[in-house]
């Protein structure tokens, strides 16, 4: 009788006791948007990429192992105990008004690659569906019954929580999350789709890029956002203000290399000539000088605003 494996990256049904299992024996890792395992090196920022890495350790499978837990950093207790000392009032030192920070809005999702498989390749016994938290593997017979129950939305992890955009389950536990039964039914899985692999094209090589994550925050004059893309090449990269807009052409530096290229409408007007950029080892930093010194909600025009109202500078007194 068939059964599924438990070992993280597998989850394959086996019979044969002695198959060869390839998973990941460490906890997953999610660091200032950063993802992978404890047990290997490579380190993603989306998580179609983080689900995407190659497991790292070879064994037999298993319907009893579980796996680990996330990693959990916990503060160490100081060896030394201090007497705690009586609190010297000081002065408040006189700062300008600071705004609460602004959450990331969820990206739209991308499309999909296709719909369904293109008839005419040849699907490999074994190749695991396409589609989000449906994972059914293709067992080399014939395709009529057949039933995918899949996520069409995007991963989110907001303040602890987990989920997808396509439905209101949330979780805490990754292994929770990753057990979160998809939302949505298709008649056929898609194993192969149309053969071309994502972001392929004329571009000489390059995987272009849909999107990347972004966050900012602001003062009373400013706006800073950050655009997560590692190893940016600064002699290439390309950032051009102008008055309600940033033009964006990151190229990086790895191989094959990415390459994120969009226009940014920005909810508000800039002064381009002021405004200015740096590129960091993880990410591209863009200070946008305020026109008007009106707050930002969101950083695009065309994001959904969070419906705070957030005040910058100083309320006047009523009369």
């Not at 293109?118 to 080399?140: F, H, M, S, V, W």
């Not at 439905?167 to 990753?178: S, W």
């Not at 094959?256 to 740096?278: H, M, T």
């Not at 010194?293 to 006047?316: F, H, N």
Request: aromatic share 8%.
């Amino acid at each position: 009788m068939a059964q599924k494996c438990v070992h993280q990256s597998c989850g394959k049904m086996y019979s044969d006791p002695e198959e060869e299992c390839q998973y990941h024996p460490g906890p997953p890792i999610f660091h200032e948007g950063q993802k992978g395992w404890k047990c290997c090196k490579p380190r993603v920022l989306t998580f179609d990429e983080f689900l995407s890495i190659p497991p790292c350790t070879t064994g037999k499978h298993s319907t009893t192992d579980l796996p680990p837990t996330i990693e959990k950093k916990q503060v160490e207790a100081s060896d030394d105990i201090t007497t705690p000392r009586p609190a010297i009032p000081t002065p408040e030192a006189s700062r300008g008004p600071v705004s609460a920070p602004q959450p990331t809005a969820t990206p739209p999702p991308p499309p999909p690659e296709s719909e369904d498989d293109d008839p005419n390749l040849e699907i490999q016994k074994g190749k695991t569906c396409r589609r989000r938290a449906c994972g059914q593997g293709y067992a080399g017979e014939g395709r009529e019954g057949e039933k995918c129950v899949f996520h069409p939305g995007v991963p989110i992890f907001h303040e602890g929580s987990k989920g997808y955009t396509c439905c209101k389950r949330r979780v805490l536990e990754f292994d929770e999350f990753m057990k979160i039964e998809g939302c949505k039914t298709k008649d056929r899985h898609l194993f192969v789709g149309s053969g071309k692999k994502k972001g392929s094209g004329n571009s000489g090589g390059e995987e272009l890029l849909e999107t990347v994550r972004h966050d900012f925050y602001q003062t009373a004059s400013t706006v800073i956002a950050s655009f997560f893309l590692k190893k940016i090449n600064k002699d290439t990269a390309k950032v051009e203000f102008a008055h309600t807009e940033t033009n964006l052409d990151l190229v990086t530096t790895d191989t094959p290399p990415k390459r994120y290229k969009a226009v940014v409408p920005l909810f508000g007007p800039i002064d381009p000539e002021a405004s200015a950029f740096k590129i960091m080892g993880t990410k591209l930093e863009v200070t946008f000088v305020k026109a008007d010194g009106s707050s930002w909600p969101v950083l695009r025009s065309d994001e959904q605003r969070t419906g705070e109202i957030i005040q910058v500078g100083k309320a006047g007194r009523a009369l």
